[in-house]
């Protein structure tokens, strides 16, 4: 069965210090990679998405970068992190099966960041 | 104007009473999927239920049932003899195979609290 792994859980860093997050799927291959941001109270803005190796698409202009660099790892980075990064990013996969409508994205734990 | 909306941010609903959770949406794309999440205090995003622009029958998954009318534009979930466990986050999200390529667009959810 697939898995999904997201880390670190929680995470405290100082404005204007580097990021990084991490996921990783596991039983499957060639999966869809997502990056949400979930802020306090709030849905799920999509901020990233991949469908390969070295290909992202970016939703937002933001301070944030992402990247795919083996089929079923996903990065989030940033190198200064602002006070409005701080929230609740989580990791999705879905199958590639992009031309069906019913492609249902599977999330990791998340990740609760807070800049201070 | 919102692709999804979710009118009650919070709900308070009786152990074993069933609750209804509303969600319209707003496309032109006549090919979409509408899914739902539960997201629990822990923060991970399970899915629930979906249902497709073209399917013909309401969806059901075990208790949860997707009361979906076309015309209308209403995707509401349904929650029979709710539990405590029931208590969380619920989103509404929609997937326009056509428009949205790879996104999910989620409503700003409901709290659903139930009482003992």
């Known amino acids: 069965s697939q898995t999904i792994h997201q880390w670190p859980a929680t995470l405290v860093q100082p404005v204007g210090s580097p990021l990084s997050l991490e996921c990783t799927v596991e039983?499957?291959?060639?999966?869809?990679l997502y990056w949400y941001r979930q802020a306090a109270g709030r849905g799920l803005q999509l901020l990233f998405y991949?469908?390969?190796?070295?290909?992202i698409s970016s939703e937002v202009p933001q301070n944030l970068s992402a990247s795919r660099p083996q089929d079923r790892q996903f990065i989030l980075s940033s190198k200064k992190l602002l006070l409005s990064d701080s929230g609740f990013y989580l990791c999705?996969?879905?199958?590639?099966?992009?031309?069906?409508?019913?492609?249902?994205?599977?999330f990791g734990a998340g990740t609760r960041l807070s800049v201070l | 104007a919102q692709k999804i909306t979710q009118t009650q941010p919070g709900m308070f609903v009786q152990e074993k009473e069933a609750v209804t959770l509303d969600c319209t949406y707003d496309?032109?794309?006549?090919?979409?999927?509408l899914f739902w999440y539960k997201q629990p205090s822990s923060g991970e995003m399970i899915f629930l239920i979906y249902?497709?622009?073209?399917?013909?029958q309401n969806a059901t998954e075990g208790r949860y049932s997707l009361n979906f009318q076309k015309a209308r534009k209403s995707a509401n979930l349904v929650i029979s003899a709710s539990q405590l466990g029931d208590s969380a986050m619920y989103f509404c999200?929609?997937?326009?195979?056509?428009?949205?390529?790879?996104?999910?667009?989620f409503g700003t959810g409901t709290r659903l609290t139930i009482i003992p």
């Open positions: 496309t032109s794309d006549p090919s979409y999927g």
């Open positions: 039983g499957t291959s060639n999966p869809n």
């Open positions: 249902q497709g622009s073209y399917d013909q």
């Open positions: 991949s469908v390969g190796i070295g290909q």
């Open positions: 999200a929609m997937r326009e195979l056509n428009f949205g390529n790879e996104k999910l667009t």
């Open positions: 999705a996969w879905s199958s590639g099966e992009a031309t069906l409508a019913k492609n249902i994205q599977y």
